[in-house]
């Protein structure tokens, strides 16, 4: 770009200087007001370029400016308020009502609601209380939280978040590239058009050197690709810095070309189409009451950190069951767990886990399983010395916007893949709930990259959509991976794109989003090319020996400025892009 500037406003204005002084050319080369109205047009598109890009970092201003300056930190039983930047990992941080919380950490004393919706999103307050951990940013809306500092300066997570935004920001997509040599041919080629346009008028049209010199010099101006340099970083950085707004973290530009080539989402099913707050819903025992079965296998599963785990606990603990102690523990992967107890033998697990390990399992509680299955719910056997003593039935409520996310998504063509670890049954009764096309089901947390990569054997682009530790390796092997923000720091870690909120319809916010800015980027190469195509040949003359029309340098470089304001502006029309979940909320 610089090299066409360069020697268009280089020609004119030695021609101007050759002409004062009467060297070689004649006094009527007197046209400076040219040289000086292209200078002001290249800075007219520059100032362009420079405010497109200082509006799309609004998003990273704004997330900067939620960090607090200052800190109370307690050292040695008394409070200092000391520099957000003199905050040390380990250090008791105070934040009381109204105040921003300065850096992650770990509540040690007190709770308190926290408005996390600057970061997550979610307009309603989280509670916070010992042992749960706080987001640098985020505000304390009653009480005040003594916590521990995890995360500071450039650890903490909305540090992360800016850093993303930033690095997504300054990628070159592929599409970007193939411009870059397309501009590699163009300027030779417009080089080459220029001088035989000049050669031309002045030796085979008879044209004066001054008309000849003109042509040349509007050419040059014309066809500088100004608006070609700005038509990928502009459409990127708004697209990119709009997503993080709404909540949907783009790690870089390569995923947003693969999120238009997309054809295949597979969702896990446990934290992403579900809250992830499983509950228990049915017991059936045999040979026991419902309050000791549920004692025996909250007993066993203590030891366990399986959100089904947690949802037999609770249940345990709100009826105030007291738990026995427990040797031997193991964990089955996938399948269930078994430990010791009073000298006996037990296990909880699925049907496959009582199977392996052999248990005897009456009619009765494999009525009962598949009758709850197909309701979707997920079921765990109970036994005790190699006898199936009941089944407790736990339920995953689905999220509110999950079917209506899946039925976007099918709209738009794709294919719906749920790949859980729970039984056919189960899987299937979900499945039907929410509309998903195929059912990959008893898969075990290790062989979910596996099935990932058969679907890309087949031939498919593959989206993945997880939030746990176990799905890291298939987020990293999909094409793109979408974490769930609201899951683990391993999956958010692992994937290409974060969904903040935790809600699936960010997902078709995301697709959409990535085609609106490919599109975009599209018609910003169009219009970049339109204004030199359609212009040079009216700038080298052609019009001229039939209707006397000739384009004068000062009018191309208005037209290059032009192209510039039509290829910024396209870029900046998707700030007003709103997320189907935003839509959802307003309607």
Same mark, same amino acid.
């Given at each position: 770009m610089d090299v066409i500037y360069a020697m268009g406003i280089g020609v004119a204005f030695v021609s101007c200087l050759m002409g004062t002084f009467g060297i070689i050319l004649s006094r009527e080369f007197l046209f400076y007001e040219t040289s000086l109205m292209l200078s002001a047009f290249l800075m007219l598109g520059r100032f362009l370029e420079a405010r497109a890009r200082g509006r799309t970092s609004d998003a990273i201003r704004k997330l900067v400016g939620l960090q607090p300056k200052e800190a109370i930190v307690v050292r040695d039983g008394v409070e200092q308020k000391v520099g957000v930047d003199q905050v040390s990992k380990g250090d008791s941080v105070l934040v009381r009502?109204?105040?921003?919380?300065?850096?992650?950490?770990? @509540? %040690? #004393?007190? /709770?308190?609601?926290?408005?996390? /919706?600057?970061?997550?999103? #979610? &307009?309603? &307050?989280?509670?916070? +209380?010992p042992g749960e951990r706080v987001?640098?940013?985020?505000?304390?809306? !009653?009480?005040?939280?003594?916590?521990?500092?995890?995360?500071?300066?450039? #650890?903490?997570?909305?540090?992360? *978040?800016?850093?993303?935004?930033?690095?997504?920001?300054?990628?070159?997509?592929?599409?970007?590239?193939?411009?870059? $040599?397309? @501009?590699?041919?163009?300027?030779?080629?417009?080089l080459a058009v220029a001088?035989?346009?000049?050669?031309?008028?002045?030796?085979?049209?008879?044209?004066?050197?001054l008309f000849s010199l003109t042509t040349l010099i509007a050419i040059l101006v014309i066809a500088c690709p100004c608006a070609l340099g700005l038509a990928t970083p502009t459409a990127v950085t708004v697209g990119i810095g709009r997503a993080a707004q709404l909540g949907v973290l783009v790690r870089n530009g390569e995923s947003l070309e693969l999120l238009e080539r997309i054809d295949t989402l597979v969702f896990d099913k446990t934290g992403t189409v579900t809250e992830g707050k499983p509950t228990v819903t049915d017991i059936v025992a045999q040979g026991s009451t419902e309050d000791e079965l549920l004692r025996v296998c909250a007993s066993v599963e203590k030891g366990s950190q399986h959100p089904l785990a947690e949802a037999v606990l609770g249940e345990a603990s709100s009826r105030g069951l007291s738990l026995e102690a427990v040797e031997d523990f193991d964990t089955v992967e996938g399948r269930g767990v078994?430990?010791?107890?009073?000298? %006996?033998?037990?296990?909880?697990?699925?049907?496959?886990?009582? +199977?392996?390990?052999?248990?005897?399992?009456?009619?009765?509680?494999?009525?009962?399983? #598949?009758?709850?299955?197909?309701?979707?719910?997920?079921?765990?056997?109970? /036994?005790?010395?190699?006898?199936? *003593?009941?089944?407790?039935?736990?339920?995953?409520? =689905?999220?509110?916007?999950?079917?209506?996310?899946?039925?976007?998504?099918? +709209? +738009?063509?794709?294919k719906t893949v749920l790949l859980t670890g729970d039984n056919r049954r189960t899987a299937e009764a979900v499945a039907r709930r929410l509309g998903i096309d195929q059912v990959i089901s008893e898969v075990l947390p290790q062989e979910k990259t596996a099935e990932v990569q058969r679907l890309q054997r087949e031939g498919a682009v593959v989206g993945f959509v997880g939030d746990g530790i176990n799905d890291a390796p298939a987020l990293a092997q999909a094409d793109i991976g979408f974490a769930v923000g609201t899951g683990t720091d391993v999956a958010i870690e692992t994937?290409?794109?974060?969904?903040?909120?935790?809600?699936? =319809?960010?997902?078709?916010?995301?697709?959409? =989003?990535?085609? $609106?800015?490919? !599109?975009?980027?599209?018609?910003?190469?169009?219009?970049?090319?339109?204004? !030199?195509?359609?212009?040079?040949?009216?700038?080298?003359?052609?019009? $001229? &020996?039939?209707?006397?029309?000739?384009?004068?340098p000062e009018l191309a470089g208005l037209a290059m400025a032009m192209s510039s304001v039509t290829v910024v502006t396209l870029s900046l029309l998707l700030k007003r892009y709103t997320t189907e979940s935003v839509v959802k909320q307003e309607g």
């Amino acid at each position: 770009m610089d090299v066409i500037y360069a020697m268009g406003i280089g020609v004119a204005f030695v021609s101007c200087l050759m002409g004062t002084f009467g060297i070689i050319l004649s006094r009527e080369f007197l046209f400076y007001e040219t040289s000086l109205m292209l200078s002001a047009f290249l800075m007219l598109g520059r100032f362009l370029e420079a405010r497109a890009r200082g509006r799309t970092s609004d998003a990273i201003r704004k997330l900067v400016g939620l960090q607090p300056k200052e800190a109370i930190v307690v050292r040695d039983g008394v409070e200092q308020k000391v520099g957000v930047d003199q905050v040390s990992k380990g250090d008791s941080v105070l934040v009381r009502a109204g105040e921003r919380v300065p850096v992650d950490g770990q @509540v %040690e #004393e007190g /709770s308190s609601y926290v408005d996390e /919706s600057m970061v997550t999103g #979610e &307009p309603v &307050p989280v509670h916070r +209380k010992p042992g749960e951990r706080v987001i640098g940013g985020t505000i304390v809306k !009653n009480g005040s939280l003594r916590f521990r500092a995890t995360g500071v300066g450039s #650890e903490t997570f909305l540090a992360q *978040i800016v850093r993303m935004v930033q690095q997504a920001q300054g990628a070159r997509p592929n599409i970007q590239r193939i411009a870059d $040599k397309v @501009v590699a041919w163009f300027i030779p080629a417009v080089l080459a058009v220029a001088i035989a346009a000049f050669l031309g008028w002045l030796f085979i049209g008879q044209a004066t050197l001054l008309f000849s010199l003109t042509t040349l010099i509007a050419i040059l101006v014309i066809a500088c690709p100004c608006a070609l340099g700005l038509a990928t970083p502009t459409a990127v950085t708004v697209g990119i810095g709009r997503a993080a707004q709404l909540g949907v973290l783009v790690r870089n530009g390569e995923s947003l070309e693969l999120l238009e080539r997309i054809d295949t989402l597979v969702f896990d099913k446990t934290g992403t189409v579900t809250e992830g707050k499983p509950t228990v819903t049915d017991i059936v025992a045999q040979g026991s009451t419902e309050d000791e079965l549920l004692r025996v296998c909250a007993s066993v599963e203590k030891g366990s950190q399986h959100p089904l785990a947690e949802a037999v606990l609770g249940e345990a603990s709100s009826r105030g069951l007291s738990l026995e102690a427990v040797e031997d523990f193991d964990t089955v992967e996938g399948r269930g767990v078994r430990a010791t107890m009073n000298g %006996e033998l037990t296990g909880v697990g699925s049907g496959a886990f009582m +199977k392996e390990q052999q248990i005897t399992v009456s009619d009765k509680l494999f009525k009962a399983q #598949e009758r709850m299955e197909q309701d979707g719910k997920t079921c765990l056997f109970v /036994s005790r010395a190699r006898t199936a *003593i009941g089944v407790i039935a736990v339920s995953d409520p =689905l999220k509110e916007s999950a079917s209506l996310a899946i039925g976007r998504i099918r +709209k +738009k063509g794709l294919k719906t893949v749920l790949l859980t670890g729970d039984n056919r049954r189960t899987a299937e009764a979900v499945a039907r709930r929410l509309g998903i096309d195929q059912v990959i089901s008893e898969v075990l947390p290790q062989e979910k990259t596996a099935e990932v990569q058969r679907l890309q054997r087949e031939g498919a682009v593959v989206g993945f959509v997880g939030d746990g530790i176990n799905d890291a390796p298939a987020l990293a092997q999909a094409d793109i991976g979408f974490a769930v923000g609201t899951g683990t720091d391993v999956a958010i870690e692992t994937g290409d794109i974060i969904l903040m909120k935790g809600n699936p =319809l960010d997902v078709v916010s995301a697709l959409d =989003l990535g085609r $609106k800015v490919m !599109n975009r980027i599209r018609w910003n190469l169009f219009w970049a090319f339109a204004y !030199n195509t359609a212009l040079i040949p009216l700038a080298a003359g052609v019009l $001229k &020996p039939f209707f006397g029309i000739t384009f004068r340098p000062e009018l191309a470089g208005l037209a290059m400025a032009m192209s510039s304001v039509t290829v910024v502006t396209l870029s900046l029309l998707l700030k007003r892009y709103t997320t189907e979940s935003v839509v959802k909320q307003e309607g």
